[in-house]
């Protein structure tokens, strides 16, 4: 079992800044792939990042991209969400994920864990 804990959300104006960090404990033995969700309002949960188990590729979705950065700290078992020119349509709740093997980063049934979520949420 992994356990997944988000932080770092909050509130920020438009074109602000926040970093979210997602901490893993439990059986973080194994290398994951990791990924970012999130959920607005009245909206489905949608893909916004995740970076391979291995060698550290990443991917984004069109919406975020040059916009987010993640990254990860083996030693440390996190992961994180760099957002930046944050957009009032950015507001929701961002969820972390974890899987065993993942060969399309965007499909949310190939992660096996979940956090409980960070809210973040961007005034205009």
């Known amino acids: 079992q992994v356990q997944l804990v988000e932080s770092g959300g909050g509130l920020v104006q438009a074109g602000g800044s926040l970093r979210l960090s997602c901490a893993a404990s439990?059986?973080?033995?194994?290398?994951?792939?990791m990924g970012w969700f999130r959920q607005a309002p009245g909206k489905e949960r949608e893909f916004v990042a995740a970076?391979?188990?291995?060698?550290?590729?990443?991917y984004y979705a069109d919406s975020v991209k040059g916009r987010f950065t993640i990254s990860r700290d083996n030693a440390k078992n996190t992961v994180s969400l760099q957002m930046n020119s944050l957009k009032p349509d950015d507001t929701a709740v961002y969820y972390c994920?974890?899987?065993?093997?993942?060969?399309?980063?965007?499909?949310?049934?190939?992660?096996?864990?979940w956090g409980q979520g960070t809210q973040v949420t961007v005034s205009s």
């Open positions: 994920a974890a899987g065993g093997y993942v060969s399309d980063y965007v499909r949310q049934y190939e992660y096996d864990y």
């Open positions: 439990g059986r973080t033995n194994r290398r994951r792939a």
């Open positions: 970076i391979s188990r291995s060698s550290g590729s990443t």
